[in-house]
């Protein structure tokens, strides 16, 4: 099983992702270049948050085009698991592999703090550890995480189970009182139609390790690690 | 030589929050005619082109490549000589 994490220039997750996979599942883990144009023997690809490319134009426009991501397109079309993260999330709806697109925060602040996560589908290769309505505490860190879909999409996505976390309560309550950002629907993390790639702006692999005092989020990177020891054996 | 003003603004419909804070500010300092302030993105791109129609194509082509997202941005430009 071995997990690829993908560094643009202006990655600062990177290292958090890569020590998840590394010491905390005890998998085998590589980095991969922006100008990779072949992602080698990798089973799962991580794309980390930070500021690709300076977030200059806008939040992943300029790292969508790189020729990594042409390779993992390829990767994903052929369903490899792929996951984004913050700014990886940003790129993937900008490179269209995710619907909709994340737009600046309603109340135009970067917002650095704790929070509360729904589970609103716990049977799909990223989130099976998870159980259906569990919440767990989940850091955010962004300036631009509204998530924004047309009408018609937003309906398809909710009636296809594409909302894997939503922002909500303590007691797993969603409403506008806990959405810290102004996403349609409270929406934190969503999935493809095809079930093999996911965005989420809340970072699991910053609540992956119990010396964090947050460990929930490592049920991300072990659900994912259990789908593909099923599909490899 | 030409050169490209490309404009891009949020789609109609969607809540700029940037541009609710600028009209915001501005009615404070006294400004009572506002019904509505958007904030976009002005670019100008210098071209080696010289032929009109060759750098509309091409300015259309980085517009929808890249310049604009058209899930929530629209784009408009005018071509002018440098």
């Given at each position: 099983?071995n997990w690829g994490v993908?560094?643009?220039?202006?990655?600062?997750?990177?290292?958090?992702?890569?020590?998840?996979?590394?010491?905390?599942?005890?998998?085998?883990?590589?980095?991969?270049?922006?100008?990779?144009?072949?992602?080698?023997?990798?089973?799962?690809?991580?794309?980390?948050?930070?500021?690709?490319?300076?977030?200059?134009?806008?939040?992943?426009?300029?790292?969508?085009?790189?020729?990594?991501?042409?390779?993992?397109?390829?990767?994903?079309?052929?369903?490899?698991?792929?996951?984004?993260?913050?700014?990886?999330?940003?790129?993937?709806?900008?490179?269209?592999?995710?619907?909709?697109?994340?737009?600046?925060?309603?109340?135009?602040?970067?917002?650095?703090?704790?929070?509360?996560?729904?589970?609103?589908?716990?049977?799909?290769?990223?989130?099976?550890?998870?159980?259906?309505?569990?919440?767990?505490?989940?850091?955010?860190?962004?300036?631009?995480?509204?998530?924004?879909?047309?009408?018609?999409?937003?309906?398809?996505?909710?009636?296809?189970?594409?909302?894997?976390?939503?922002?909500?309560?303590?007691?797993?309550?969603?409403?506008?009182?806990?959405?810290?950002?102004?996403?349609?629907?409270?929406?934190?993390?969503?999935?493809?139609?095809?079930?093999?790639?996911?965005?989420?702006?809340?970072?699991?692999?910053?609540?992956?390790?119990?010396?964090?005092?947050?460990?929930?989020?490592?049920?991300?990177?072990?659900?994912?690690?259990?789908?593909?020891?099923?599909?490899?054996? | 030589?030409?050169?490209?003003?490309?404009?891009?603004?949020?789609k109609k419909g969607i809540?700029?929050?940037?541009?609710?804070?600028?009209?915001?500010?501005?009615?404070?300092?006294?400004?009572?005619?506002?019904?509505?302030?958007?904030?976009?993105?002005?670019?100008?791109?210098?071209?080696?082109?010289?032929?009109?129609?060759?750098?509309?194509?091409?300015?259309?082509?980085?517009?929808?490549?890249?310049?604009?997202?058209?899930?929530?941005?629209?784009?408009s430009f005018n071509i002018?000589?440098?």
């Amino acid at each position: 099983m071995n997990w690829g994490v993908l560094l643009f220039p202006g990655s600062n997750c990177a290292e958090d992702c890569f020590h998840v996979i590394d010491q905390v599942l005890e998998k085998p883990v590589k980095y991969l270049w922006h100008k990779d144009t072949d992602l080698g023997d990798v089973d799962a690809i991580i794309i980390p948050g930070g500021f690709s490319y300076g977030d200059h134009l806008r939040p992943g426009a300029i790292a969508h085009l790189s020729p990594a991501m042409t390779a993992v397109k390829k990767f994903a079309e052929a369903g490899g698991l792929v996951i984004g993260i913050c700014n990886g999330f940003q790129i993937l709806t900008e490179s269209r592999m995710l619907p909709g697109s994340l737009l600046q925060n309603r109340g135009l602040k970067f917002l650095c703090q704790d929070q509360t996560l729904r589970v609103d589908n716990a049977d799909t290769p990223f989130t099976s550890d998870f159980d259906e309505g569990e919440v767990f505490v989940c850091p955010i860190a962004h300036n631009e995480g509204n998530y924004y879909a047309d009408p018609e999409t937003i309906v398809e996505m909710e009636e296809n189970g594409q909302i894997l976390f939503r922002y909500a309560s303590p007691e797993g309550e969603v409403s506008d009182d806990t959405n810290p950002n102004g996403s349609v629907n409270s929406i934190a993390g969503i999935i493809n139609r095809a079930g093999n790639v996911v965005g989420m702006m809340p970072h699991p692999e910053r609540s992956s390790d119990h010396v964090l005092g947050l460990s929930e989020g490592k049920k991300v990177f072990t659900s994912m690690l259990k789908h593909l020891e099923a599909t490899h054996s | 030589m030409l050169k490209a003003i490309v404009t891009v603004m949020l789609k109609k419909g969607i809540f700029d929050p940037q541009g609710r804070a600028v009209q915001n500010g501005l009615e404070s300092i006294g400004f009572d005619s506002i019904t509505g302030v958007r904030v976009g993105k002005q670019l100008e791109i210098n071209l080696s082109i010289t032929d009109r129609d060759a750098a509309d194509k091409a300015v259309h082509e980085m517009c929808d490549k890249m310049l604009a997202n058209p899930v929530v941005e629209s784009y408009s430009f005018n071509i002018l000589e440098a």
